[in-house]
């Protein structure tokens, strides 16, 4: 299973960017899906995480200016909206996602790679 983040890049405060995290190899089913960034010396943390029901979960960092969502269509596909975006937001962003590779198999977590987020003050 491999996971491939896109959508990173520089933006100036206040603007927008989608990341999409999109899923690939052999999967028969993914559980919960989570974005999480890191910051230049700072620790890993989580933004913001959807189950398979849609329930979605956010830092307080940024609710209200991120969103979580499934792709409807694509079924390996997540989003994260970013709006209203700070300074503060620039950080390499990572989807983790929680994948049955073929039925019957227990649940394993796959990282991607990142994408650079750079918000310009």
């Known amino acids: 299973v491999r996971l491939a983040e896109s959508g990173g890049g520089l933006v100036q405060a206040g603007g927008s960017l989608r990341l999409s995290c999109a899923a690939s190899g052999i999967i028969f089913s993914i559980t919960a899906v989570a974005w999480y960034r890191q910051a230049p010396g700072k620790q890993r943390e989580l933004v913001a995480d959807?189950?398979?029901?849609?329930?979605?979960?956010y830092a307080d960092s940024v609710k209200g200016r991120f969103t979580i969502s499934r792709d409807n269509a694509k079924k390996t596909v997540v989003y994260l909206q970013m709006n209203t975006l700070k300074p503060d937001d620039t950080a390499v962003y990572y989807c983790k996602a929680r994948v049955i590779g073929r039925l019957g198999d227990l649940p394993r977590d796959y990282w991607g790679q990142g994408t650079q987020v750079t918000v310009s003050s």
């Open positions: 959807i189950t398979p029901g849609g329930t979605t979960d």
